[in-house]
């Protein structure tokens, strides 16, 4: 059971197939694997995940194997462990790396808390890390804590995109389909050596182009602005609940509204449960009066959540200026107290900015600096770059 | 000669490949092109670029072509055409593009003032506008402005990163080389309609990594990363020449050099040189009393050189605040003109951002916030995000 080409093969294919190889045993329906998907809790299927992650990515140029390269500060495989977590129904993860990674495998593991993973020791080939992978899994080991499977997925840990759907049509393949002469001539050695070794049968899964394995640089360049714009999506404005003075909070959320397209923006009238759904964007309006009065209560909902574990959250504190009266210079002076809680904030993967909104009585020049907020606010959350936290900007 | 896989195949191979298909003519041996590479301004050989350029790129996702995909603001086909018109023996590049697209690569070759370009009407296959392209390079066309070429090569639009050494291999194989069954075999269908219908010999040119093609969204993003890394890899330090104030500047100088990797950081003692050098990251560094004189002075001679027609530039203003002698907001309601410089600057394509660094007398201090402003004058760098100008970052 193989999502994708194999580890020798090259980069990306345009509609990467995956390979799915039938059980030994019978296992359990299709259909009722789609029920387990969407009814998280139910017992799940003998569904398990093989990850060969012993490479050494010499195709990428850089001294760390590519699995352990950094995204937004966070480990490729990771990201892959967390796209198969996701899924209720794979009961173990195996993940095979060699013994000199098998401490940081172990730390980021802990780290970003990953669940249902146990490491096997890699083996000098793609094949033979497998074949540790699936060794673990069998019946017969001693003290083995991991249930025997009906069905294995092997899938690549430097392709972080891979969905349920396409996990599921595997899994689904790899128990109804026998092997064709089409797919041992369009599949790779993968399957011939099912065939030859196992007398197993194999089935070419058609996949999606999100399916695309991680193998060069520019690869990396490419995952880190998809991960970027995934989390992106998204932007909540928080906003204390005074009624006279919320008038320009609400402006703003408007303006982004209709400035950021393709970004969901949403009021935050309900923190917990936006923080529950995943919402990696926050708009923190303090009016007039109340300085960081609202950006700390969020930050300590934050803190309470463990949201920053896997992504940074950016948080933009912004405050309103009148010019008539207060001075720019005394404002800002007061508003750069944003560079301490942005450190303290740092510390927890939040990224805070402040930003200073000018905010003339004229209708006109009121919606010119909201939408100069709107580009900047966009800006932050675009880019999330550690560099600028602390900044106070002004619109 | 062609370039890559051909329009209908997937995205970037591992080593992708290059095929020359040899002239009809005689042509100019290999050791003067190279000749000619090295030596600009010599008689140039006899070799033209066809770039079919009419594909609809439905793989993208996005209703505008790939090939006039934005890239830093920029049209991806700019970037092909740039690399192209760097190489001196290249004597006519031919652009077929749809008849819907006529005008807007007129318009790309006016804005990013591309020479030795013709355009073609392309036909409906990527075949046909081939032909076309080559049709207009014939002798025997009425009233041709172009002379025959001994050898064309066939280069994909949304190819942007190929390189002379690679071209030249090309061209030196289509006079070499004759036609293998090893060719025939790994290579595309291009090949076999080169020797059916043309009896023309073909060679299969091994290629570069760099050498991939955008075919997806994310080949786009990985692009324009790749772009913006290559244009951060020089900063130049630009400060005025009195004696005594130097010192801080020279500080900050160190600092970029030691903390910013991969980084060659100059000071900016013959800026000429440097703008024409191709350096498109400056930090001005306006000592003490001077406030906008340096930055001034250097945003003049960036608009008379044209070094931001083809990137933005990135120019940092620093200033140094001593807290002891004018209070903070007092400096930053100074420093905060900026904001007009900025808006000025833009209009030319230059990101024009100040940074107000904290001087104080305690070398300790003063090292933490020089380390401090290398982290932001980075992070401007890297990110080149229009939308953070004129904004006054403070370390």
């Keep these: 059971m193989e999502l994708g080409p194999p580890g020798g093969s090259g980069p990306a294919e345009p509609g990467p197939r995956l390979r799915g190889l039938r059980g030994a045993d019978a296992a359990a329906s299709a259909s009722s694997l789609s029920r387990f998907g969407a009814e998280a809790g139910c017992r799940a299927p003998a569904v398990a995940a093989v990850l060969p992650a012993g490479g050494s990515g010499e ?33 173990d993860i195996i993940v095979a790396v060699t013994r000199e990674n098998m401490e940081t ?7 970003y808390q990953h669940k249902r993973i146990s490491l096997v020791e890699a083996g000098v080939t793609r094949h033979r890390s497998i074949f540790n992978g699936l060794k673990a899994l069998a019946e017969d080991q001693p003290n083995c804590r991991l249930s025997k499977p009906e069905v294995v997925i092997i899938h690549d840990a430097v ?70 714009e995934r989390i992106s999506q998204k932007v909540c404005v928080v906003m204390d609940t005074k009624e006279d003075e919320e008038h320009v909070g609400h402006c703003l959320e408007e303006m982004l509204k209709t400035e950021l397209n393709h970004v969901k923006v949403t009021s935050g009238q309900d923190l917990q449960q936006i923080i529950l759904e995943q919402c990696y964007n926050f708009v923190c309006v303090n009016v007039m009066t109340s300085d960081f009065e609202e950006t700390q209560r969020l930050l300590n909902m934050l ?20 010019y008539e009266s207060v001075p720019l210079g005394q404002k800002m002076e007061k508003v750069m107290q944003i560079r301490e809680f942005a450190k303290e904030a740092k510390k927890r993967n939040i990224l805070l900015s402040g930003l200073l909104i000018y905010f003339p009585q004229e209708e006109q020049k009121l919606r010119e600096s909201l939408r100069q907020g709107t580009t900047i606010i966009s800006a932050l959350i675009k880019e999330r770059n550690s560099g600028l936290i602390g900044q106070l900007l002004v619109a």
Aim: include cysteine; aromatic fraction near 10%.
């Design 105 to 111: 495998m172990k730390g980021i593991i802990q780290r």
């Design 303 to 322: 803190e309470e959540s463990n949201l920053s574990i896997l992504y940074p959250v950016v948080v933009i504190s912004v405050h309103f200026l009148d």
């Design 59 to 91: 195709r990428m140029g850089v001294p760390t194997p590519k699995q352990f390269c950094p995204i937004l500060e966070r480990p490729l495989i990771s990201y892959t462990l967390q796209a198969l977590e996701r899924v209720s129904w794979i009961k």
């Design 159 to 228: 392709r972080p995109f891979v969905e349920e759907d396409v996990l599921l049509k595997v899994v689904t393949a790899a128990q109804e389909h026998g092997c064709s002469d089409y797919d041992l001539e369009f599949g790779t050695e993968c399957l011939h050596l099912a065939l030859k070794y196992s007398h197993i049968k194999a089935k070419l899964v058609e996949g999606s182009p999100d399916l695309w394995k991680v193998t060069y640089k520019r690869d990396l360049y490419a995952a880190e602005s998809i991960i970027k």
